[in-house]
Nanobody, 121 residues
Framework: QVQLVESGGGLVQAGGSLRLSCAASGRIFSINVMGWYRQAVGKQRELVAAITNAGSTNYADSVKGRFTISRDNAKNTVYLQMNSLKPEDTAVYYC???????????????WGQGTQVTVSS
C-alpha cells in the first residue's frame, strides 16, 4: 500500500502563512502527480494546487499568487506554502498522490487523512 502523512496545518490569523507537507511511503514504483485539495464545511472538495513529476503546476484561481506548490522527488514529498491567508481558505486540506506501485500503465489515487487549516479574521 501507499501511505500519505500530512503535517503543518493549524490556526493562523488572516494575512499569515502556513506550510503543509505530505510524505508518501510504502510500495511505490513512481509518482506522477502530487496535489492538494481542500474541503470547507458544507462545500465540495476542490483542487487547490497540483504538480507533475516534471514540475508543471496548476492552481485554483482563488489561490494564485498566494500559494506555492513544490515537491522533493527524492523524498516523495509535496509541500504547499500558503501566504496571505484569508478566512475563506479555512478548510480541511487533503494530500493526493497519483502513483504506480508496479511498472506498467496502471496508476491509482491515494489520499492523506486531512489536516485542518483555520484562518481567523
Amino acid at each position: 500500500q501507499v501511505q500519505l502523512v500530512e503535517s503543518g496545518g493549524g490556526l493562523v490569523q488572516a494575512g499569515g502563512s502556513l506550510r503543509l507537507s505530505c510524505a508518501a511511503s510504502g510500495r511505490i514504483f513512481s509518482i506522477n502527480v502530487m496535489g492538494w485539495y481542500r474541503q470547507a464545511v458544507g462545500k465540495q472538495r476542490e483542487l487547490v494546487a497540483a504538480i507533475t513529476n516534471a514540475g508543471s503546476t496548476n492552481y485554483a484561481d482563488s489561490v494564485k499568487g498566494r500559494f506555492t506548490i513544490s515537491r522533493d522527488n527524492a523524498k516523495n514529498t509535496v509541500y504547499l506554502q500558503m501566504n496571505s491567508l484569508k478566512p475563506e481558505d479555512t478548510a480541511v486540506y487533503y494530500c493526493n498522490v497519483r502513483a504506480k506501485r508496479l511498472p506498467g500503465p496502471y496508476e491509482s489515487d491515494y489520499w492523506g487523512q486531512g489536516t485542518q487549516v483555520t484562518v481567523s479574521s
